[in-house]
């Protein structure tokens, strides 16, 4: 079935340090991916999102990264903050069209001061 | 501001009593959508509707209903609540369908108890 993952749950950064966090898709129809922050309380929050037909795109201190031939995706936070706890989640469009996302399980990212 | 609004943001009630959880977008959004969010299962999509008056099953929509009688609004409707509905619900609007963007943003969630 479709699914998609993150490979930790909890990753743990010194602050000023830059963040990885990876998610592995399984839908090779997939054509769309996004990167949300979800912070206690609130809902998930637009980071950045790539097509398929691009290997990165840049935003402010967030990159991200595709690799189709593995089906991996990645989000690279530069120069972590406090204010950058949080939940990361990966999403995947799949192969329908509903519109529909496909979340993984997310990752925490603590950051240490 | 473009936002998605989402009341109550907490709800305590009982099994059986009917209840109607409200989402409004501002951004003229045509394509809407409730999801569900569980320790463990991540979140997943109830319904959703890709404009006025068009609806469609997700991949959870038991024991839920929605109509889209607006295109700002996306009410989530419990006939008879149960316990097992316990839990963290988001509506999301996009543009997908028009070619625009097809970026979901998030209401700020509704905690919904069933006792």
């Known amino acids: 079935g479709e699914s998609v993952g993150l490979h930790l749950p909890t990753l743990s950064v010194q602050e000023g340090d830059n963040s990885i966090i990876n998610c592995a898709y399984s839908n090779s129809a997939s054509d769309y991916f996004i990167w949300y922050k979800q912070e206690s309380g609130k809902g998930p929050q637009f980071i950045i999102d790539?097509?398929?037909?691009?290997d990165k795109r840049q935003g402010q201190r967030v990159t991200v990264l595709l690799n189709k031939t593995v089906k991996h995706l990645s989000l690279q936070i530069a120069a972590t903050q406090p204010g950058d706890s949080a939940v990361y989640f990966c999403?995947?469009?799949?192969?329908?069209?509903?519109?529909?996302?496909?979340f993984g399980q997310g990752t925490t990212l603590q950051v240490k001061p | 501001e473009a936002q998605v609004t989402q009341n109550p943001r907490y709800l305590i009630t009982v099994t059986g009593k009917k209840l109607t959880v409200t989402c409004s977008q501002n951004m003229n959004h045509e394509y809407m959508s409730w999801y569900r969010q569980d320790p463990g299962l991540g979140l997943r999509q109830i319904y959703y509707?890709?404009?006025?008056?068009?609806?469609d099953k997700g991949d959870v929509p038991e024991g839920y209903k929605v109509s889209r009688k607006e295109k700002r609004n996306f009410p989530l409707i419990l006939e008879s609540p149960s316990p097992n509905q316990t839990s963290l619900y988001f509506c999301?609007?996009?543009?997908?369908?028009?070619?625009?963007?097809?970026?979901?943003?998030f209401g700020p969630g509704t905690r919904l108890t069933v006792l």
């Open positions: 790539i097509r398929s037909n691009m």
């Open positions: 509707s890709m404009n006025v008056e068009v609806t």
């Open positions: 999301a609007s996009s543009s997908y369908g028009t070619g625009r963007d097809d970026t979901q943003y």
């Open positions: 999403a995947e469009n799949g192969s329908g069209n509903t519109g529909k996302l496909i």
